[in-house]
């Protein structure tokens, strides 16, 4: 049995919709198992600073449908000491918190591996991060909210490129993952995605442009990581050796990251809390869980950091198709 009274719930890293789903996941289905909760504020920063709150499950009413999170998050290079992540366990322990769940990225699981094999504290980390790119989840909490945001911002904009007669180059975030920008670009009906995943791309869009001739409006996809350059960058390029398309950028950025998440990203992000808090009552540690095949799986997190999650290569055929 496990020896479980009090676990903390951190959102850490960069923001995603349905991190607020998932905290409330976690509150209640710990609440469910008679345990008190306690919520870490600003991330490993907060943990370090030993800023922790009480979360009874009216704290986390009504939040379901907000994007953030509202235990805020921050990046913390002091956890990254031996020093700082000593001082974070003197005020866990301090607070007779007996378990974390860290809801975060690969940076965010990196941290909470170490910490783990240093102190007897157990971890468990659920995937939030709209660059779905952890390896071991089909899905990351905030990936489905944002491709819904990307292609919104699209097909306004494709709106005023077909008025026009414009080329844009539009840049999504992903860093270095083309999992936004190949989905949505299928989605939207890009002419053209570029994505780090993929070698020659530069020469493949030439050849499209020059095969298509005039056309009154293209759509370019750009994932911000990509190997040929960020969106503007590109489109420099494009003006010179095309000076008969009118081109133009525009960058999405952090809007991605925001906003009420979908309906899937909410569904998620509870099931994932759930079961996050069912693998701390089980003495699991030092694990992501994940969604593959709409089941919970356990991943060490070990796995998740160290190894690569790939794209679908279909995907990469089906978009090529559609494009032509």
Known sequence: MSMIKKVGVLTSGGDAPGMNAAIRAVVRAALHHNLEVVGIRKGYKGMIAGDFIPLLSKDVSNIIQRGGTILGTARSEEFRTEEGRRKAYGNLVGHSIDACVVIGGDGSFQGAGKFSSEFDIPFVGIPGTID??????????????????????????????????????????????????????IACGAEAILIPEVDGQEEALH?????????????????????????????????????????????????????SPSAFDRFLASRLGVAAVDALIDNQRSIMVGFVNHDIVHVPFNKTINTSKNLNKILLDVADILAH
């Open 132 to 185: 779905n790119d952890l390896y071991g989840t089909d899905y990351t909490i905030g990936y489905d909210t944002a491709l819904n945001t990307v292609v919104e911002a699209v097909d306004r904009i494709r709106d005023t490129a077909s008025a026009h007669d414009r080329m844009f180059f539009i840049e999504v975030m992903g860093r270095g993952a083309g999992f936004i920008a190949l989905h949505s670009g």
């Open 207 to 259: 050849d499209y442009l020059q095969a298509q001739g005039n056309k009154s409006s293209n759509i370019i996809l750009v994932a911000e990581g990509n190997n040929v350059g960020g969106a503007e960058q590109i489109a420099s390029q494009i003006s010179v050796k095309y000076p008969d398309y009118d081109v133009r950028v525009n960058v999405l950025g952090h809007m991605q990251r925001g906003g």
